[in-house]
């Protein structure tokens, strides 16, 4: 099963009043239809717990909210039927207050999603480079943007380039003049699937000081790859394909031994 991802729906001005207008509605509804039935201190008692419950489940969101909600409305009776002596229920108060809890926490949650990419965004590749230790970002870019970053890695300004898609990704780190080191995994979430396309035998007496990200550390010369193969391998990713290094792959979890540090 395809994992849910939480993205940025935004909300239009029109829709942000329209929903305002209907918490208004659901809370003057239940005034009127509960002070038929109870007296005012249980209307308000009805509306503050049912918006509460209804308003903290909605800005939790899960798959469990919609159930969890309507726990929440057979519960009410329940509990002031059973458990609390005395206590007092108005079904219509309490549905109103439900709806209306239910809205208010969805537009607070909004307002905190902001912070996420943007709905469809998602189920675009993301490319990523870091410029003296400034990212900047290019969403769904073109092979020859993707080659451009590539190219442009010098071992100080530019030390790491990242393409990311969907569980995919794929990171490039050093100078292009010298040599780049690549990692490439087809799901982040699976540490040995991991791997770093070489170009020659591996000597760990062989090293060279390779620029990954905010750090530089000795790397096997071997390891490295120089720009042509480097895009060579991205058009690969690019493409959904899997292309090795000249000399073969080197996967598993040691990969990791190496992976670059973010700025």
């Not at 039927?81 to 809205?103: E, H, N, T």
Request: hydrophobic share 50%; glycine share 10%; with cysteine.
């Amino acid at each position: 099963m395809k994992k849910r991802v939480r993205v940025y729906r935004p909300l239009t001005g029109g829709a942000l009043v329209g929903n305002l207008v209907l918490v208004v509605v659901a809370i003057c509804v239940a005034f009127i239809l509960g002070l038929t039935q109870v007296s005012l201190s249980v209307v308000l008692s009805n509306l503050v717990v049912g918006m509460v419950a209804a308003g903290v489940l909605a800005y939790i969101g899960s798959g469990w909210a919609m159930a969890g909600i309507a726990l929440v409305f057979f519960l009410g009776p329940v509990v002031t039927r059973f458990v609390l002596d005395g206590a007092q229920l108005s079904i219509r108060v309490w549905f109103m207050a439900i709806l209306a809890g239910w809205i208010l926490g969805a537009l607070v949650r909004r307002t905190r999603d902001r912070e996420l990419p943007p709905r469809g965004s998602e189920e675009r590749p993301v490319l990523q480079w870091w410029v003296r230790g400034k990212r900047f970002e290019e969403r769904n870019p073109t092979l020859a943007q993707v080659e451009a970053k590539i190219r442009a890695l010098d071992g100080r300004d530019r030390t790491l380039v990242i393409l990311r898609d969907r569980a995919r990704e794929l990171d490039l780190c050093g100078d292009a003049a010298t040599g780049i080191l690549v990692f490439r995994t087809e799901d982040t979430k699976d540490e040995s699937l991991w791997e770093v396309p070489f170009s020659a035998e591996v000597d760990d007496q062989d090293s060279v000081e390779t620029a990954m990200g905010d750090v530089s550390a000795p790397v096997a010369r071997g390891l490295l790859v120089d720009a042509d193969e480097a895009s060579s391998i991205a058009r690969g990713f690019h493409g959904g394909r899997t292309v090795a290094g000249s000399a073969g792959i080197w996967r598993g979890e040691d990969v990791l031994t190496v992976r670059p540090s973010l700025p």
